[in-house]
């Protein structure tokens, strides 16, 4: 039996027996979405009134585990870098906090102790024969918190794709091994509608051949995604790979090869999507996984000239600023790698960033185009930082652009039930 075998054998527990790695006052790190390793959070969800202060920190859970419970918060809470199903409710009631960051940063403010970490626990594929272990499916901040930790135990999944990249485990940095095969996480793409098919026309029509696409999460930007088929040369470099992505690169719209970095590679650092797109993760040398603060990073990713960005927002005022993550002061969802981005595509030559939404909200009965960001909104992308906004009614470019032509190109934007009351608040406003 080789060393590494040895080491895996000797490693091997129940997880009942890794519960007990968490300390009371601990707190336990878990990557975002399908990188969470679904037994030992339902071990630790049934145990949890053994506990006392521990927080389990983790950007976007998919799982609604028992932990995440009001009753229980003095023993096992929640703290949300970004809000999803199972958490935006508990925070907007107060019982899950969230903590504001760039996505990009995290990793840094982990190694800084500005986000402590004490334990980590993480999915991961099988280890191979040199002893390596690959957490493809959240890769993220969890690197930098396996530095930190006093523990680290991975659940070990053979439904896990090996990825190439920056995203490998040493049987050494590990404390303690689970296994269990569970079926990983899947999200289909989203239905598609009018709006967003018409918004993501819009888009597609302004991205050349050659372009390297990040694409944000949500409805929009996957309508610019099938919208791209027909477009050659593509590159991607991205936080997420999903299954919009998968899409392009069979449709041949993707080949990497007008990448200025990394050329010839799909980038990303969390993967979300089916099982199909999980297996092609696979050992695939077209693809590589890579930490949060390599993959945001607005230096590295602007290297790519012609970086397109695509992300969806809430609203945007006359100046436009983006809110992307609250509804004035109740909190939806979170800053992620948005700003990121766009400060990316704006460093990149030849690069444009497209915030996009619908022109309305609640039915039509509210302009997602306002004069001044709702009350207590959080800026998520400033003025300065933004470029082209796009409803579907249009694209406005306010890069470059005074206060007043901005007024003007997005009131040209909203929906035609809101211009008129928009121009003259705009008069008010001595923007007109």
């Known amino acids: 039996m080789s060393k590494v075998n040895e080491l895996y054998r000797e490693k091997l527990i129940t997880p009942e027996e890794a519960i007990k790695l968490v300390k009371n006052g601990d707190f336990l790190s878990v990557p975002t979405g399908a990188g969470e390793p679904p037994a030992l959070l339902t071990t630790l969800s049934e145990h949890r009134r053994e506990l006392n202060d521990v927080k389990i920190c983790q950007i976007l859970p998919l799982r609604k585990f028992d932990y995440i419970d009001p009753e229980t918060v003095d023993h096992v809470r929640h703290l949300s870098y970004f809000l999803g199903g199972p958490t935006r409710a508990g925070a907007q009631q107060g019982w899950i906090d969230y903590i504001p960051s760039y996505f990009g940063e995290m990793p840094r403010m982990i190694r800084d102790g500005l986000l402590p970490v004490d334990v980590v626990f993480s999915l991961s594929s099988p280890m191979d024969e040199h002893g390596y272990f690959s957490i493809s499916l959240g890769t993220d901040y969890t690197l930098a918190a396996i530095e930190k930790a006093r523990n680290v135990v991975l659940e070990v999944n053979q439904n896990v794709p090996f990825a190439n990249g920056n995203n490998l485990v040493h049987i050494s940095q590990v404390s303690a091994l689970v296994e269990d095969n569970t079926p990983l996480t899947e999200v289909a793409l989203p ?175 509210i302009s997602r185009i306002t004069p001044t960001l709702t009350p207590g909104s959080a800026v998520t992308t400033s003025k300065n930082d933004v470029n082209y906004v796009v409803t579907e009614y249009g694209v406005a470019q306010l890069r470059g652009k005074s206060a007043k032509q901005r007024a003007q190109a997005l009131i040209a934007i909203a929906h035609p039930d809101f211009r008129a009351e928009l121009t003259e608040t705009a008069k008010t406003m001595k923007l007109f």
């Open 191 to 365: 239905k598609i509608g009018p709006v967003q098919e018409a918004i993501g026309k819009y888009v597609a029509d302004l991205i050349d051949d050659g372009s390297t696409i990040q694409i944000g999460f949500g409805g929009i930007p996957d309508a610019v995604v099938v919208q791209l088929t027909h477009k050659h040369d593509l590159g991607i470099h991205t936080e997420m790979v999903g299954d919009g992505i998968l899409t392009l690169i069979e449709s041949g719209a993707v080949n990497n090869l007008k990448k200025n970095y990394l050329p010839g590679k799909v980038v990303a650092t969390f993967a979300l999507g089916s099982k199909r797109l999980y297996e092609f993760m696979n050992r695939n040398p077209q693809l590589e996984m890579h930490p949060v603060d390599f993959t945001n990073d607005p230096f590295l990713a602007a290297q790519n000239d012609n970086l397109v960005t695509i992300n969806a927002s809430v609203q945007v005022d006359f100046l436009g600023q983006c809110c992307s993550e609250s509804m004035g002061s109740t909190i939806y969802s979170g800053t992620g790698g948005q700003a990121d981005f766009v400060r990316a595509a704006n460093r990149s030559k030849g690069g444009k960033s497209f915030i996009v939404l619908p022109s309305t909200a609640k039915d039509g009965k």
